[in-house]
């Protein structure tokens, strides 16, 4: 006779090795309400993306197709790689099945990306940057891709997407997925910072780290010190005084979502200041600083112009840049302290000219 199977008095960990993407957004809403299984079906098609993304770039030396530039320029004026088109048709053809998203925009786009057939019901829109630092593909260094998920606010009937002209609170969700020794999806619903990472044996993103904290001050500065002569005053003092003071190190790689999740775990800061010709800095608003942002925030740190929060900024229009200063709230106060003296100097000597 057959004896009866008796489970192993052992208690395998499989709640937290198996924990998904899709079932951890669902945990972090306590709901399977239509807007948490929408969440949850949305991160879920980022994922998807990352999956499809990593898997291009893990055969990049081997593949037509992947490396070099189009010879074409976006519409913010630089060279368009070739694996920036791809991720960027990744992201489309992927939601154009999700049924949830009727707007996609990014970077690669001047206008945003209507999927008529999601229209009607889609109440969701999309903003990403495919691939950032896409310099760094074709040298196998670290990139990745930033996304936010925002609420459709009217029925944009022109097409002008005029509601996404708003502050960066009005995010719903935001994160990045970062490609590197293994693949990592970082994300925020407002409710912590939670990273997964991609299993390739299960195919599904599994839950690593949860309730991320950031520092209040770590020794990492992170910038691009071959602008140093471009930039205003106050931002060479800050790297003169982290040049002169024992506990601070450089770490740079070219692609902010390196950067950042460095930052995000060790503490720190990274700066992606404007220049005396162009103020405004490189980095897009929407698709890059405040999904950052509201990351950061959601981890204990800080994000700023300079002068300004980052979630606080209204963009006036889509593809609008700024400066950036992000990261240990400690480290990103005394970045804005050295802009805040020489403004009180500025003050000062105008008031002594009167």
Not at 42 to 67: D, H, P, T, W
Not at 254 to 280: C, N, S, W
Request: aromatic share 10%.
């Amino acid at each position: 006779m057959v004896e009866a199977y008796q489970p192993p008095e052992r208690d395998y960990a499989l709640d937290r090795d198996c924990k998904t993407l899709s079932r951890h957004v669902l945990e972090q809403l306590h709901s399977f309400s239509p807007d948490a299984q929408d969440l949850s079906a949305l991160m879920n098609r980022i994922g998807l993306a990352g999956k499809l993304i990593a898997r291009r770039l893990s055969r990049a030396g081997l593949m037509e197709g992947v490396l070099g530039f189009t010879g074409d320029v976006n519409v913010q004026g630089e060279s368009v790689k070739k694996m920036d088109i791809y991720a960027n048709e990744v992201f489309i053809s992927v939601f154009k099945q999700s049924g949830l998203v009727c707007r996609l925009a990014s970077e690669e786009m001047e206008d945003p990306y209507y999927i008529p057939e999601n229209c009607p019901v889609g109440r969701y829109t999309l903003l990403y940057d495919p691939i950032d630092g896409s310099s760094n593909v074709d040298i196998n260094i670290n990139v990745g891709s930033i996304f936010s998920i925002r609420q459709q606010e009217g029925d944009d009937s022109d097409e002008t997407a005029r509601d996404l002209l708003q502050n960066g609170h009005k995010q719903i969700a935001a994160g990045y997925i970062l490609y590197g020794p293994s693949t990592m999806l970082v994300y925020s619903i407002g409710r912590g910072v939670h990273a997964f990472t991609l299993d390739p044996s299960l195919g599904e993103f599994i839950l690593s780290n949860e309730n991320i904290q950031t520092p209040t001050h770590g020794p990492v500065y992170s910038v691009n010190e071959g602008n140093f002569w471009q930039w205003e005053e106050p931002l060479r003092d800050y790297i003169r005084y982290v040049h002169r003071h024992e506990g601070y190190t450089a770490r740079y790689g070219g692609a902010m979502v390196g950067d950042f999740h460095r930052i995000l775990f060790q503490g720190g800061v990274f700066l992606y200041p404007g220049t005396v010709k162009k103020p405004e800095g490189k980095l897009r608003l929407l698709y890059e600083s405040a999904p950052m942002a509201f990351l950061i925030e959601q981890a204990g740190g800080r994000a700023s112009t300079g002068t300004q929060d980052i979630l606080d900024v209204v963009p006036d229009k889509l593809h609008a840049r700024t400066p950036l200063v992000i990261g240990s709230t400690e480290d990103v106060t005394l970045v804005e302290s050295f802009i805040q003296d020489r403004a009180r100097e500025r003050e000062e000597e105008l008031m002594a000219k009167r």
